[in-house]
């Protein structure tokens, strides 16, 4: 089977067929252009995951801030769950920092990240507490610092831009 079909047919079989030509050194054998692709996308893979993390993240510090306030007013106390939303903030915040210790070169991509990751919490945090996407900011207040800061957590009730 060529390495065409092989890619197209077994990607597993592909996989273990290149690892093999790698070991050898048989290097003129190797598919390059689906090998360039799946590397490619590896790399996507990894940003993807970091801005996941993120948006769970800031979605939780968004709600930190903005939903306990609210709850007050609303007599709805009971139903804050700040144990939980630390425990959240806490294991994104550890999964980052391992995340980013296994792939080093994203931390420059950090605020890229924070950036396409934002709208994205904004979305979950609504969905999550079904207060109006008004109530919270247009941008992540936020510093890259902040979100990987372990004592960090946002003044409950206060946005500042």
């Not at 609504?126 to 936020?142: G, I, R, S, W």
């Amino acid at each position: 089977m060529n390495l065409k079909m092989e890619y197209e047919q077994d990607f597993q079989q592909w996989i273990e067929h290149h690892i093999t030509l790698l070991k050898a050194g048989r290097f003129n054998e190797i598919d390059a252009e689906n090998l360039i692709e799946e590397l490619e996308d590896m790399g996507k893979s990894n940003l993807h995951t970091l801005e996941s993390r993120l948006m769970v993240l800031i979605a939780h510090l968004l709600k930190w801030q903005i939903q306990l306030p609210i709850m007050k007013t609303q007599l709805m106390y009971q139903d804050y769950d700040e144990k939980n939303w630390r425990k959240t903030i806490i294991e994104q915040r550890t999964q980052i920092a391992f995340f980013l210790k296994k792939v080093p070169s994203l931390k420059p991509k950090m605020q890229e990240a924070v950036n396409n990751a934002y709208s994205e919490a904004v979305s979950f945090a609504v969905k999550e507490t079904k207060l109006p996407q008004t109530c919270f900011p247009a941008e992540c207040l936020y510093s890259v610092e902040q979100l990987l800061d372990d004592d960090f957590y946002p003044e409950i009730g206060k946005l500042e831009s």
